[in-house]
């Protein structure tokens, strides 16, 4: 039961702090590879994953945008919906992932942002929490500290290197040493999937007027 708490709350998103700690490998296969590393500040560690997306920068964030098929490829993820979008390239967005009885579910609620740089024509996508945009869900406990960082940088076309940043207090009475255990069971499986969606056809032909692609 703790494995499955821990790999589902880690399947959300976390705050980011920067560190020279070395990364350690911790769980890696179908092209997916996963580190941890400490961090000051906090007794939780910090994640990051590599992987490459064989798609066009569209692709992939039509892929990462479609925040309603979250459940489909996210770790227990039971819903997603949009809050609110500000703009192209920002937007509030909710989700709801599945914890084990006797414990409550995690629900978050998180300001998405995307770049492209000019120069690279990388992508970022960078998530932080926004807890008090909506009223808490009763048996419900809201994630208080979250974010996400995604890197999207094309190397060829329809190939991206793509790196994910995660750090997570995940609230409630979860031991952080019980995290450290798990942590890269939710990402890992998420990515896998996620590996395998940007094939799917309704992502392949998306345009957005701010992405510039590097490779034509």
Known sequence: MKLLLVS???ALSPWFITTETP???SKSGHGVKVFTRSVAGTPIKEIKAELEL????????????DFGSYPQWIYQMSEARIIKQISNT???VYQRVKTPWPLDDRDV?????LK????THDVSLITHAVPKVLPTVSGVVRVQKNRTTWAIK????????CEYFLLLDPAGDVPAWI???FISEGPYNSLVKLKQRVYLPKYTNMKFAWITEKFQ
């Open 23 to 25: 990364w350690n490998p």
């Open 154 to 161: 094309p190397i060829a076309k329809n190939k991206n290197k």
């Open 8 to 10: 589902v709350i880690l």
């Open 90 to 92: 920002e937007f509030q």
């Open 109 to 113: 609620c998180g300001h998405y942002v």
């Open 54 to 65: 064989d798609c066009s920068i569209n692709t992939a964030v039509a892929c990462l945008t």
């Open 179 to 181: 995290i450290n255990l």
């Open 116 to 119: 492209q740089d000019p120069t």
